[in-house]
């Protein structure tokens, strides 16, 4: 079975530009999660979505994070314009939303430079 | 503010040792406290309590759960040097779905041969 599937693994951009980062869920799961792991802040969730629709964005640092889910095999967490603070492992998650656990992808690794 | 705290921090042992990780938390409105291990990569899960007292196994490993005093431990005997890895701690609650985990900061255990 596929797991989750995240592109890009890694990622080095610039200050100012924009970043998108990309989710395919397990496919069935009908909830997925976006997460940030720092070494300072550990793993913080960032928003979540139940059958495509945002439930609880209240992680998401600041406008210039956005999360899209348009269908239920893919979703976009977009960084514009990103800050050398953004640098992270951004990981996506999925699961049934009355199931027992979460399932990660391998993560984001993003630096801003 | 719901929180968790997962102690010691970091953690060094050698081969055949036992140790215990624990994780202490405030929630309301408390559903599943949840044990991840992280590599290098992403979280795997281990186990997911929801009742007190009720001891969890595979393998090796080994959880268990107070509700009264509202902490869990994460119990691993005769480690091994692929024990070495971040042991993290996320609970869910009522009100968001089952996977909307918040973790705490993890425990980064060091088995050495």
């Known amino acids: 079975d596929a797991g989750v599937i995240q592109s890009p693994r890694h990622e080095v951009t610039e200050m100012g530009q924009e970043v998108t980062l990309r989710c395919k869920p397990i496919?069935?799961?009908?909830?997925l999660f976006w997460y940030r792991q720092t070494m300072m802040r550990g793993l913080e969730l960032l928003i979540y979505?139940?059958?495509?629709?945002?439930?609880?964005d209240s992680g998401m640092p600041e406008d210039r994070f956005s999360a899209k889910m348009p269908n239920a095999s893919f979703s976009t967490l977009k960084i514009q314009p990103s800050e050398p603070r953004d640098s992270a492992v951004y990981f996506c998650a999925s699961g049934h939303s009355s199931g027992n656990t979460i399932y990660f992808g391998e993560g984001s690794w993003l630096t801003v430079v | 503010e719901d929180k968790v705290v997962q102690s010691p921090l970091s953690l060094v042992v050698h081969e055949g040792d036992t140790v215990t990780l624990n994780c202490s938390y405030e929630?309301?409105?408390?559903?599943?406290l949840l044990w991840y291990k992280q590599e290098k990569k992403a979280p795997t899960f281990l186990f997911m309590l929801?009742?007190?007292?009720i001891e969890k196994k595979s393998g090796r490993l080994s959880s268990i759960l107070d509700k009264k005093e509202l902490f869990s431990i994460l119990n691993i005997t005769a480690t091994q040097t692929g024990d070495s890895a971040v042991y993290l701690c996320?609970?869910?609650?009522?009100?968001?779905?089952?996977?909307?985990?918040?973790f705490g900061k993890g425990t980064k255990l060091s088995v050495k041969p």
């Open positions: 996320a609970y869910s609650n009522y009100g968001g779905s089952q996977g909307n985990l918040i």
């Open positions: 979505f139940n059958n495509n629709v945002p439930i609880d």
């Open positions: 929630v309301t409105n408390f559903r599943s």
């Open positions: 929801t009742s007190s007292g």
């Open positions: 496919s069935g799961h009908n909830s």
